[in-house]
């Protein structure tokens, strides 16, 4: 007896993929904050990551999204990272050979739940990495990302 086609499919939100990828990145951290703002405010601002990135880490100085799909970060020291970027409605996903980080956000009544995680990939610098991307991290980004869109001048 074949089980073909009867298997249970599971759809996630962004936010719940969200999720999902923080507990499976070692040391990943996550964190999530409602937003009193609509979700096409929200998602505009993160989804412009040329402005939104330098606005949220503080030692990004630049964000360059390139026609590849790829993205050039500039330090606050004039160093470099490329990285590798997935952007689609909702969700976007940043990683270059040493982090991983990303930001969802799904519609929630009026306004907005938005997710965001971060982990260090290199094994010798995670003990660094809470404070880079521990969970208070996080929170304190997505508390930006709240700074920035609410309010009904805000756009």
């Known amino acids: 007896m074949s089980n073909a086609g009867t298997w249970p499919v599971a759809d996630l939100d962004p936010v719940r993929r969200m999720r999902v990828l923080a507990s499976a990145l070692p040391s990943g951290a996550y964190a999530e904050l409602r937003v009193d703002a609509p979700f096409e405010r929200v998602w505009g601002y993160l989804a412009d990551m040329e402005r939104s990135i330098p606005d949220l880490i503080g030692f990004i100085r630049r964000f360059e999204l390139r026609a590849d799909g790829s993205a050039v970060a500039t330090g606050l020291l004039g160093n470099r990272g490329r990285f590798a970027v997935e952007l689609r409605e909702g969700w976007c996903v940043m990683q270059d050979r040493f982090v991983v980080g990303g930001f969802a956000a799904v519609a929630d009544g009026a306004g907005t739940l938005v997710a965001g995680c971060g982990a ?36």
């Open 120 to 155: 260090v990939r290199t094994a010798g610098i995670r003990k660094a990495a809470p404070l880079l991307f521990g969970e208070r991290a996080v929170l304190r980004t997505l508390g930006k990302v709240r700074s920035h869109v609410e309010g009904p001048s805000r756009q």
